[in-house]
């Protein structure tokens, strides 16, 4: 048997994927190696990555710069813990965050994913309200149609029923919903956004710690863009009800929408912010929680005068080096540009997909662009067939999406865009 079905056999057996069946029939594709924009199957076939493995790739595969940080770090140390102690990876990447972030955040805390960051996200708005003798605050109010993350508290934030986690519900903490805005991306907050968000506020303020949601774009639940003047809107509300206010920002951060962190469409500041994805570039699993002054005083001046956190691979050292060559990297290019380009190759290409009759709408904000098909695609087929086409495209229920590297060019661009093209055009 060659090498390739042998990984695909082996893998079957004992291997978990991301919301995966053990031993499922899906397909599975065997990768050997990745360098720039391209996925290198271990039959030697090479995919052009649209994906960049779930927002996080942004310089590509394999960047010379990257590699050659964290190979100068393994020299040093891989990891060493975190309490009591500190490193220049850590303390170099604080800084820059903190300097690249909405001014009035100062205060950061390391964590290991995205969905851990929220939960810290949400541990902070509760502890801070306890130190503010308002320790009936305690729960969330959040949009339909978001995504936060996997873990309990991530999972409570997250759309209640396309949220993939319905089955937890009676587990789950009770949270506040309001629909997605409806404010398109370029406009003003139209009223019945703002009243949604004015009669929650007003009906459950005191029970609310915090109104939590992913800025302008929402990911995972459903790859949806909103206006940012609803955020000008959540700020002014959540001020008048004494609500913190947390931007999500794991997955629009680090220029995928236009702006470094897609809260600048506005014109204002959350009290918390959570990054990750492609913090690293893509090569470690790392993430943080930001915060402002006042929130992180009152946590250290309350009872117990620490915040209650604290995971074993805090601030890993090889992560911090990746994040502080990649976000080094990003700044020096001319990334604006790049993602302006991406913009304008993806949207003639996608639009073209207008026409069919299984495609609902099509989309393109900075480097996302999304297929929005009129039914949920058959993984199985779809996945297959992009493959065969030469790309990495993964979709989700209706949405077939592409958010490249930022590297791309322009001929891989209207690759990955005429692939979905041909492929949802020989469904029909
Ligand atoms: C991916 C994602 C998360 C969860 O991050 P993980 O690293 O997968 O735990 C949380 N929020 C948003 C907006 C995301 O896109």
Redesign the pocket.
Same mark, same amino acid.
């Given at each position: 048997m060659n090498k390739y079905q042998q990984l695909i056999d082996s893998d079957r057996q004992n291997i978990w994927h991301p919301y995966s069946a053990l031993g499922s029939d899906q397909p599975i594709f065997p990768v050997v190696s990745a360098h720039g924009v391209r996925l290198k199957l271990a039959d030697d076939r090479e995919l052009i990555d649209g994906m960049s493995s /779930? /927002?996080c790739a942004i310089h590509g595969y394999n960047h010379p710069q990257i590699n050659q940080a964290i190979t100068s770090q393994l020299t040093h140390m891989s990891h060493i813990m975190f309490g009591g102690l500190t490193h220049p990876p850590a303390v170099e990447l604080a800084k820059t965050l903190v300097d690249i972030t909405p001014s009035s955040l100062d205060s950061v805390f390391f964590s290991d994913? =995205?969905?851990? &960051?929220?939960e810290v996200a949400m541990k902070m708005a509760i502890q801070y309200w306890h130190d503010k003798q308002q320790p009936e605050k305690q729960a969330f109010l959040s949009l339909r149609s978001?995504?936060? =993350? *996997? !873990?309990f508290g &991530?999972m409570s934030v997250c759309d209640p029923v396309t949220g993939m986690h319905s089955l937890f519900n009676d587990a789950l903490a009770q949270q506040f919903f309001i629909d997605a805005p409806t404010s398109e991306f370029s406009s003003p907050c139209n009223s019945s956004d703002l009243n949604n968000l004015q009669t929650a506020l007003a009906k459950h303020h005191e029970k609310i710690a915090a109104f939590i949601l992913?800025p302008v774009v929402? =990911? &995972?639940g459903g790859m949806r863009f909103y206006s940012a003047d609803f955020l000008n809107q959540a700020r002014s509300l959540c001020d008048q009800y004494n609500v913190l206010l947390v931007f *999500?920002?794991? &997955? !629009?951060g680090f220029g995928r929408t236009g702006k470094l962190f897609a809260c600048e469409y506005s014109n204002i500041q959350a009290d918390i912010m959570?990054i990750?994805?492609a913090l690293t570039g893509g090569y470690l699993?790392l993430?943080a929680t930001l915060t402002n002054r006042e929130i992180s005083h009152t946590i250290s001046n309350g009872e117990p005068g620490v915040f209650m956190h604290g995971p074993t691979f805090m601030a890993n050292p090889l992560a911090c080096t990746a994040a502080n060559a990649s976000i080094k990297l990003l700044l020096e290019s001319n990334w604006q540009d790049k993602i302006s380009a991406i913009e304008s190759w993806l949207k003639p290409s996608l639009e073209k997909c207008d026409s069919l009759k299984n495609v609902a709408n099509v989309r393109v904000l900075g480097a996302i662009g999304v297929v929005e098909c009129t039914h949920a695609v058959d993984m199985k087929k779809i996945q297959t067939a992009f493959v065969e086409k030469g790309v990495w495209i993964r979709p989700f229920g209706k949405l077939i999406y592409l958010m490249p590297p930022y590297i791309i060019n322009q001929t891989d661009t209207e690759h990955l865009c005429n692939a979905i093209y041909e492929v949802l055009n020989n469904e029909t």
């Open positions: /779930w /927002w994913s =995205g969905s851990v &960051a929220v978001g995504y936060h =993350g *996997d !873990t &991530a992913e929402q =990911g &995972a *999500d920002e794991i &997955a !629009t959570c990750g994805k699993s993430a």
